[in-house]
């Protein structure tokens, strides 16, 4: 899509994440290459069928510790007794989408720099069959271990992009055949639950501080608004990610 030149760069990083949930999704992907598996002795996950099979893959890999040693490396984290590191391809430079076909949908997020509310975000997405989610190089939290964390393995299940350009990206999409929904309470906007979102279609979201860019605001073909009951003007980012992505859902399944 974006000229060779101008592609992000993709370091193949190690990165880490803890909890049984999460850990499982590394494993039972083939996207990672698993650098270490560290377990607590005599923890609830040695006793788990689901872990210790997928272990027989990763023998020397895996490392037991007793809880004076773990808990030292670990602190407080909520591990429950496990901790894995790997590394591979998380985020993806994007390709063109002409050829795709009925209903598809790409999350747009731009300015969400909390890595609680992007990794929220990955796992609503995952949840609500979203296709693939679209984040700026810049101005973005990125692909960090705590948004991994939040996201609960969720991010082993989506296709991340990162592109320099949302403006350009938008339009090249265009091209493509989608339309443009962006999440904002613009005097243009109507409610979310009156918008069509069958089709190729991408959604954009904004942090709640800055919003979204004017310039990709002004790119996109609709505006969609959550109106509120409360003394809240709006909702959380994730929040209101959810709320629409959900209802993309109730209609692409009904």
């Not at 030149?5 to 999704?25: A, C, M, T, W, Y």
């Not at 995952?126 to 296709?131: F, I, L, Y």
């Not at 991408?202 to 501080?209: K, L, M, Q, T």
């Not at 310039?215 to 909702?235: N, R, W, Y």
Request: proline share 3%.
């Amino acid at each position: 899509m974006e000229k060779s030149r101008s592609k992000p760069k993709i370091r193949d990083e190690i990165h880490q994440i803890f909890g049984i949930n999460g850990v499982l999704s590394v494993l039972k992907s083939d996207k990672y290459q698993i650098q270490t598996i560290d377990i607590l002795e005599k923890s609830s996950v040695t006793n788990s069928a689901n872990i210790t099979d997928l272990l027989k893959n990763h023998i020397s890999q895996t490392q037991y510790f007793n809880p004076d040693i773990f808990h030292r490396k670990y602190g407080d984290k909520r591990t429950q007794g496990i901790s894995v590191s790997f590394s591979g391809e998380i985020v993806k430079t994007l390709a063109s989408f002409k050829a795709i076909e009925g209903n598809y949908c790409l999350l747009i997020v731009d300015n969400v720099t909390d890595p609680q509310n992007f990794g929220q975000i990955i796992r609503t997405a995952e949840c609500a069959g979203v296709d693939g989610i679209i984040i700026p190089e810049r101005n973005s939290v990125g692909m960090t271990d705590t948004v991994l964390q939040v996201s609960q393995g969720a991010f082993c299940n989506m296709t991340i992009y990162s592109v320099i350009n949302l403006n350009q990206t938008l339009s090249q999409l265009k091209k493509d055949d989608f339309w443009s929904i962006a999440v904002e309470n613009g005097i243009d906007a109507k409610p979310w639950d009156q918008i069509d979102y069958k089709g190729k279609i991408a959604i954009v979201v904004g942090s709640e501080g800055q919003g979204i860019k004017p310039l990709v605001l002004k790119s996109c073909d609709f505006q969609a608004t959550i109106p509120m009951q409360g003394e809240m003007e709006s909702l959380n980012v994730s929040a209101a990610t959810a709320v629409v992505l959900f209802e993309r859902l109730r209609q692409i399944i009904n």
